[in-house]
């Protein structure tokens, strides 16, 4: 209970170690106390992993670790670090599972508390904060150093309530609430450089993905704190908003995706779920160190989207309103973008001399892209949710930032651009681009066709898939002949009957990107007959091949029928005429 935990003694606690030399971890903890008589809850915390007093559990060598911890109230965690008082280092829990091939060793973390209205006091990962600690290496804090896969419902995957949480990236995925909590000196790091006393150095290279809202304040636990989050690879996407009163530092680079969208939420006294529309602030947003590595950004939301300080490359994109409806011939071709909240900049920041980079795109479906007049007219529409405010401080305001607007083949991040224009913000009071006329040109690179050997692994998987198929349907294509050749030398040609064959073969190819092992079983049956007295010899058969496949990252099931129809005729010199018709259906389920 909670009593107890308070009284106990926090400090000179024990370290362990645990070696798993390369094997799975497994810890499921179903922890359901019944109420009491008088319908009152029992206050504990349970979790799959805890440190609960001063010392550190450490996990080296792991090979997939899966925690699961249900509850039925609170508290509930798969993995927390707390102590009952402040202690000289903390408590801490350490996964060392950043060896090799990173999927191999991910801490798959599930759970939850199933009664309405305690489903946010479960928090998948949480830490809370050491009194004693004098920086941030001394406080409770979770740290695993390679990859997560996070799934919760009702309740947030992260909190740090103080302390010190750190993620080497992964998957994080939340429904009905917010992904990433923060309060008071806690701290979240995600895919992120760090150094032996705490300090960032920089962004790491990991995959990660988020679904869910992150958050320095939390309805009922405070407010405040710092995320320092990297999406950094081109696998890597954030789909939810920012916001509240601590820091949220946010790297979206080298393609990764920022889907500033509003997200479902579960109102804790109601259980009602909701869609929660916030007005979005980045404390730093850390863009593309140049246009070939820019990151993108997705403004979905009714409401501004703020950027205190930012720096790099970034491509954004803002849908249209839908198109007036005014019942006759004068309704507008191409309507405003007032459904969609502005994107603001505070402060740009120089990187090596050169000024931050910007580009706001919007679709150009709709838009007559040969009238050159109607396209300025949404681009200056547009260039108005660019706001950048430090361009109207004073009368010769530092200009850090280079606008760009213009139109894309769609709203899908790296959609080809097709038109574009730069941006000005001189002569506003409030700092919103202008559309430079003259600026405006064609791509040189629209229309955008490349030519190049360069494959990925689905492409590869495909050709080698259907390359695979076809050569064993290839390889059976004159079992008919070799049919019709045994009746001339084996003196059949008065007999009728049936006949089969039974086969197995296998291959293998691996050139021009086209990789497979094929193995495969034929088995064939037909029936043939003299006809007439002229020589001539007629018959059908039907065949069937079951073949295995392995390909570069995958394997298929190969299936192919044949049927064909067959007659040939010897004539007295010794000479002979085949004729064969044949039908076949190949396919493949890889």
Not at 320 to 346: L, M, V
Not at 350 to 373: H, W
Not at 496 to 511: F, I, P, Q, R, T
């Amino acid at each position: 209970g909670f009593g107890m935990w308070k009284k106990s003694k926090a400090d000179n606690g024990p370290s362990y170690t645990m070696d798993l030399h390369g094997n799975n971890l497994t810890v499921d903890l179903e922890a359901f106390p019944e109420a009491n008589k008088t319908g009152s809850q029992p206050m504990w915390t349970t979790a799959a992993i805890m440190a609960a007093r001063e010392g550190t559990i450490t996990i080296t060598n792991p090979g997939e670790i899966h925690l699961t911890c249900n509850a039925n109230y609170y508290y509930g965690s798969a993995i927390r670090a707390s102590t009952s008082q402040g202690t000289t280092n903390g408590a801490h829990v350490v996964i060392e599972n950043d060896q090799g091939n990173l999927k191999d060793h991910m801490v798959y973390l599930r759970g939850g508390i199933d009664t309405p209205g305690y489903q946010l006091d479960y928090r998948t990962i949480e830490t809370y904060g050491n009194a004693k600690a004098k920086d941030i290496t001394q406080e409770n804090s979770v740290y695993i150093k390679g990859l997560v896969d996070i799934e919760t419902d009702k309740h947030a995957a992260v909190f740090a309530r103080g302390g010190w949480i750190r993620l080497g990236g992964g998957r994080i995925s939340v429904d009905d609430y917010d992904a990433l909590w923060t309060a008071g000196k806690g701290r979240i790091d995600i895919n992120m450089l760090v150094d032996d006393d705490g300090t960032v150095q920089g962004a790491g290279s990991n995959d990660f993905v988020l679904k869910g809202n992150a958050v320095t304040a939390t309805p009922y636990y405070g407010n405040s704190g710092t995320m320092n989050l990297a999406f950094t690879t081109a696998d890597s996407r954030f789909d939810g908003q920012t916001g509240g009163t601590g820091e949220q530092n946010l790297y979206v680079q080298n393609g990764a995706i920022w889907n500033n969208t509003p997200q479902t939420y579960n109102i804790w006294s109601s259980g009602e779920i909701t869609k929660t529309d916030m007005a979005s602030v980045a404390t730093h947003l850390y863009g593309g160190q140049d246009a070939a590595h820019t990151g993108y950004l997705i403004q979905d939301s009714a409401k501004d989207l703020t950027i205190q300080n930012y720096s790099g490359f970034m491509k954004a994109y803002i849908a249209r309103d839908d198109k007036t409806d005014a019942g006759d011939d004068t309704a507008e071709k191409a309507s405003g973008f007032s459904k969609k909240g502005n994107i603001i900049i505070e402060k740009a920041e120089q990187t090596d001399g050169k000024n931050a980079d910007f580009t706001l795109l919007t679709s150009q479906e709709g838009i007559d892209t040969s009238n050159k007049e109607e396209v300025l007219s949404v681009m200056k529409d547009l260039a108005g949710k660019l706001i950048y405010k430090e361009a109207s401080d004073g009368e010769n305001p530092a200009i850090h930032l280079n606008g760009h607007v213009g139109l894309a083949e769609g709203l899908i991040a790296g959609s080809v651009e097709t038109r574009l224009a730069d941006l000005t913000f001189d002569g506003t009071t409030d700092g919103a681009g202008s559309v430079v006329d003259s600026t405006y040109h064609v791509p040189k690179n629209y229309p955008a066709i490349l030519y190049g050997p360069k494959e990925t692994a689905m492409m590869r998987g495909a050709k080698s898939a259907m390359a695979s198929t076809a050569m064993i349907w290839r390889s059976i294509n004159n079992d008919v002949e070799r049919r019709l050749g045994d009746l001339r030398i084996g003196g059949g040609s008065d007999e009728n009957g049936l006949w089969a064959k039974v086969g197995a073969g296998c291959m293998s190819y691996e050139e021009n990107n086209t990789d497979f092992r094929t193995r495969f079983n034929e088995y064939h049956i037909g029936y043939d007959h003299a006809v007439g007295n002229a020589g001539w010899r007629a018959g059908t058969s039907v065949s069937y091949i079951d073949g295995k496949s392995t390909y570069e990252n995958g394997t298929g099931d190969n299936d192919v029928t044949n049927f064909h129809v067959y007659a040939t005729k010897t004539m007295k010199d010794g000479s002979y005429l085949d004729i064969i018709g044949r039908f076949s259906h190949a396919k493949n389920k890889y």
